[in-house]
């Protein structure tokens, strides 16, 4: 119950919850974790979902090393004083970090390119033609995406881009899956009263997840370790 109760977090589960009792010196096995957090109400809810029949496409989406792939999608919200809000997110598939989060009153072309304008300038160092050589953008088929101007400017960034299969949303479920999480911490469980306000929140959502979420793919690191590791394993292995 104190693990649950000191993270800024909803909906983790029993593995999340092992990990940092781990940390923290106390050593048990998954299993009676989770038959605890079973017996006592504190499993995180779970979705039941629907078979679609055969998939379009088979392995992963995930890659091996962090700004070969981003996966970009938007949701919307809603805000007592200007009403609708559209907010944009872009995850790293590698190391599942948010790469970038905006939110606007008009949920258009061009603001669909803020949060890979904000990835672009952090982990690239500016925005100029080709900076971003062979980097993907995965996204779904909405307008915004399929749009002139966006694939134009993936074009001027040298990035490629990379549709998910139609009817197919596991295509693009990096991105997918971390709206979820947004939704879960911040949108479904807090009020906002302007556009700016959300966007002030959003910018703290994303250092709060990138530098606390456990991943337990990468070992229950956080998604900024898991960025520094492989870039210092890279960095190793080249002056090797």
Known sequence: ???????????????????????????????????????????????????????????TIVTE??????????????????????VFVSVDHCTFECIGLHASAQGDRFEALEPIRQGVHDHFGGYTAQIAAELKIRHDHGSVYLSDDFQNELDFLGME????????????????????????NLLWVRTFSTIEELRQALTEFKQQYNTQWIL???GYKTPAQVRREKYQTQYAEAAG
């Open 216 to 218: 337990q793919r990468h």
């Open 1 to 59: 119950r104190g693990v649950l109760a000191d993270s800024p977090f909803h909906g983790e589960g029993y593995r999340k919850v092992w990990a940092k009792l781990r940390l923290a010196g106390l050593r048990t096995s998954k299993e009676r974790v989770r038959r605890l957090m079973r017996e006592h109400g504190l499993q995180a809810p779970s979705r039941v979902g629907h078979r679609h029949g055969p998939k379009a496409h088979d392995g």
């Open 65 to 86: 090393q962090p700004d070969v792939m981003w996966g970009t999608d938007a949701t919307t919200t809603i805000t007592r004083e200007e009403g609708q809000a559209h």
């Open 161 to 184: 881009s990379s549709p998910s299969f139609v009817r197919e949303p596991q295509g693009n479920g990096c991105a997918e899956r971390f709206i979820g999480l947004l939704k879960e």
